[in-house]
């Protein structure tokens, strides 16, 4: 199982971004997926996440902001990310197949992409 991560950079506060996290060795149309992000010096946080049936959940912290889709024909889950701000500088990491409610009860992580918001 391989999940590879894109799109990340450098951009001003109120840019924007769209990630991208390509899927393969997975049944990717039944698998909920997510997305994370981890700041220098802090815990691994929720973002968003997707359903298979395309149900969605965000933090609070991103709602109106970014929005999180898939295209399962693609095998490609998307972070498209407005009016970014410099506290949503982090690596980004998608995440695939939830096992149980915990937050960070995913099977498989990419290797992240980083987001640097300048002020």
């Known amino acids: 199982v391989q999940l590879q991560a894109s799109g990340g950079g450098l951009v001003q506060a109120g840019g924007s971004l769209r990630l991208s996290c390509a899927a393969s060795?997975?049944?990717?149309?039944?698998?909920?997926l997510g997305w994370y992000r981890q700041a220098p010096g802090k815990e691994r946080e929720f973002v968003a996440v997707?359903?298979?049936?395309?149900?969605?959940n965000y933090a609070e912290s991103v709602k109106g902001r970014f929005t999180i889709s898939r295209d399962n024909a693609k095998r490609t889950v998307y972070l498209q990310m407005v009016s970014l701000k410099p506290e949503d500088t982090a690596v980004y990491y998608c995440?695939?197949?939830?096992?149980?409610?915990?937050?960070?009860?995913?099977?498989?992580w990419g290797q992240g992409t980083q987001v640097t918001v300048s002020s």
């Open positions: 995440a695939a197949e939830r096992y149980g409610p915990g937050p960070h009860a995913f099977t498989y």
């Open positions: 060795g997975i049944i990717f149309s039944t698998k909920t």
């Open positions: 997707i359903t298979n049936d395309g149900s969605t």
